[in-house]
């Protein structure tokens, strides 16, 4: 699958957020090695805090339909930003957990903007338990 292939997938998801406090819509689009796509929109709440974001939708619904996240080649974002969607720190974290460190990710707009990126780029010095404990 190409790049532009999974940024349509992410559109779609988009169109299944559940936002109706901020009405700022995001999709994302997880693509496994053999093909699969996972979808996730970001998913409000009326107490603001328990929101969730479109790529941690799509990533928590990758392991609860019991997908191994270590089969992640890519995953898309996109909102209707100025420029190319920008994920939130937290998110950033919780990529670095679950995606391995050479997948790419494309940060998108839908205005055709496009920023293929890594989770080193995006989280550089990243806290990981695993690795970094004695
Ligand atoms: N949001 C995402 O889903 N992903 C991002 O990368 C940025 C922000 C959501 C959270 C909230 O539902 C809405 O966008 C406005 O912040």
Redesign the pocket.
């Known amino acids: 699958m190409n790049s532009n292939s999974l940024i349509l997938e992410a559109k779609k998801a988009m169109e299944k957020a559940y ?1 109706p406090y ?1 009405k ?1 819509k ?1 999709g994302a689009a997880v693509l496994l090695e053999d093909g699969t796509i996972i979808h996730g929109a ?1 998913i ?1 709440n009326s107490s603001y805090g328990l ?1 969730n ?3 941690r939708s799509a990533l928590f619904s990758t392991i609860s339909q019991g997908f191994d996240t270590k089969k992640i080649k890519g995953i898309a ?1 996109i ?1 209707d930003t100025k420029d190319a ?4 720190g937290a ?1 950033r974290q919780v990529i670095r957990e679950l995606v391995p460190k050479n997948a790419v990710i494309y940060l998108c707009n839908l205005d055709g903007k496009v920023i293929e990126t890594n989770i080193d780029e995006l989280l550089p010095f990243s806290f990981d338990l695993f690795e970094d404990s004695k």
């Open positions: 936002a901020s700022f995001v970001n409000e929101s974001c479109a790529e974002i909102g969607i920008s994920p939130c998110c």
